[in-house]
């Protein structure tokens, strides 16, 4: 029965029941049978790729720390002689200070002491306190909040790029077991075929020997077997080559070797191709990629018209001077201000602002394109999904009806009603057949796997966790 596809791909990965048959006569006991879903579970704590491809979530932890103007309270100190060489003698020189910034409101407030000697009165003590507010660029931390949501969404897309680049190559690795199994199956049938040609070689030869068998049929014969023995060893070739892959994925090294467990028949998925197209452009994570990347260019476009503005700061301040280190005569004294810094022309923070404004355009109409060119390899890989399961259910067609034929041509020759040739020619058609299938089968799982990871459904940031 045909059912839906959902949004984490090991519930769709489950096993029907039961196994391929052993590779042959005489296959080793200590072989283990392994499904797609146990697969995907010990790649997963096994293959160090998967670790590699997470540790970038720990990068993303410090990245606002690091992008955004620092809150730290800043503490100098300085300290040193002077040594007066008209009055031969030394002093200390002593210099503190303490600021502190705000972040998100732009706010800068600093308090100083310093003690500095004199030649005439001994040494000079100040103290100062100052708080400094922008109040044109980046007015009360207008541009440290626009960079705060321009590094929160810059952590968002990397957070999505991490479950594309973990999807992209838990896909390889479905596509390497897909592979394997079908190459399983292959050797399966190139065991099978070798097997019976070699007992119809052993009939021809018998009957050889009893002078009911030509020469001609004997040589025809072992030539098919040589044949089947050939493709024998090319199937066996070819799915110790995967084994050593998904070995290699397993990190399993010198353990029991394993055979895989034939996957689900993924295309009988259930591809409501409207539907799914729509909750695509909705809910997708490459949609939710596209308009995160077009919010990031809105915002550096704003960050850069706010870049445009003058450096205006207000300043209040409390300031404390006076002989020696106890402040003799002391003055006392409260002030405001303007400061004011405005390059003309502002020709940098003009060019910055002009490339912001065309990235964003940019960045626009290449979404568009995107999702344009998306949508149609969707539809186009729709079309192929149909037409293979069509061409899979001409394939299992063709299976009965050539070894139907195989039957009839094996009783015919039997009683000597049809050549040699018929029927080896019979048994070919069937082999191909069957080889036809699996093929067909493989295409189709494959194309199902490739429409889950393009529709973002094979992996969700929930299985990651």
């Known amino acids: 029965m045909r059912h839906k ?9 489950a096993t029907i029941a039961g196994s391929l048959p052993a590779l042959g006569d005489g296959a080793p006991a200590a072989e283990q049978p392994l499904a797609l879903e146990e697969f995907i579970r010990q790649v997963c704590r096994a293959d160090t790729k998967f670790e590699e491809i997470l540790m970038e979530k720990f990068r993303l932890q410090y990245l606002r ?15 040193q002689y002077d040594f007066f060489l008209s009055e031969e003698r030394s002093d200390p020189e002593t210099k503190l200070s303490l600021e502190k910034l705000f972040p998100f409101s732009g706010t800068a407030i600093a308090l100083s002491y310093a003690n500095t000697p004199a030649s005439s009165t001994g040494s000079r003590s100040e103290f100062e306190a100052l708080i400094s507010q922008p109040i044109a660029e980046n007015a009360f931390g207008k541009n440290t909040r626009i960079l705060d949501k321009l590094v929160g969404t810059e952590i968002d897309v990397a957070r999505f790029q991490i479950i594309e680049a973990y999807e992209d190559y838990l896909a390889a690795l479905v596509s390497v077991y897909l592979s394997w199994s079908a190459a399983h199956e292959t050797l399966h049938i190139a065991q099978t075929s070798y097997a019976q040609n070699r007992k119809l070689q052993d009939n021809i030869d018998a009957r050889r020997r009893r002078n009911i068998a030509l020469p001609i049929d004997v040589h025809k014969v072992r030539l098919t077997v040589i044949a089947k023995q050939e493709a024998l060893l090319v199937a066996r070739q070819e799915f110790e080559r995967l084994s050593v892959l998904v070995n290699t994925a397993l990190r399993a090294g010198s353990a029991a070797p394993r055979i895989p467990v034939r996957p689900a028949a993924y295309q009988e998925a259930d591809i409501v191709f409207a539907e799914q197209c729509r909750r695509f452009r909705e809910q997708s994570r490459t949609v939710a990629v596209l308009r995160l990347l077009e919010k990031q260019r809105a915002l550096e476009l704003e960050k850069a018209a706010d870049e445009l503005l003058p450096s205006i700061n207000f300043l209040f301040g409390y300031r404390e001077e006076g002989d020696e280190r106890r402040f003799a005569n002391r003055e006392t004294r409260l002030f405001a201000g303007i400061s004011l810094q405005w390059p003309f ?7 910055a602002h002009e490339i912001a404004g065309v990235s964003r355009r940019k960045i626009t109409l290449s979404n568009q394109n995107t999702l344009l060119s998306l949508e149609t390899n969707l539809k186009n890989l729709y079309a192929e999904i149909l037409r293979e399961r069509e061409l899979l259910t001409i394939a299992e067609e063709k299976i009965e009806l050539a070894q139907a034929v195989l039957a009839h041509e094996a009783e015919n020759y039997s009683f000597g009603k049809v050549t040699l040739n018929d029927y080896i020619q019979a048994a ?14 493989l295409k189709s799982n494959t194309l199902v796997l490739e429409w889950l990871r393009l529709t973002d459904q094979l992996v969700s940031e929930r299985v990651i966790e």
Request: proline share 4%; with cysteine; aromatic share 4%.
């Open 65 to 79: 720390s690091a992008r955004l103007p620092a809150g730290d309270l800043t503490l100098a100190v300085k300290a």
């Open 5 to 13: 596809i959902i949004a984490v791909f090991f519930c769709i990965a």
């Open 345 to 351: 022309p502002g020709q940098q923070e003009r060019a």
């Open 428 to 441: 070919n058609v069937l082999d191909e057949n069957r080889l036809s299938k699996v093929s067909r089968v």
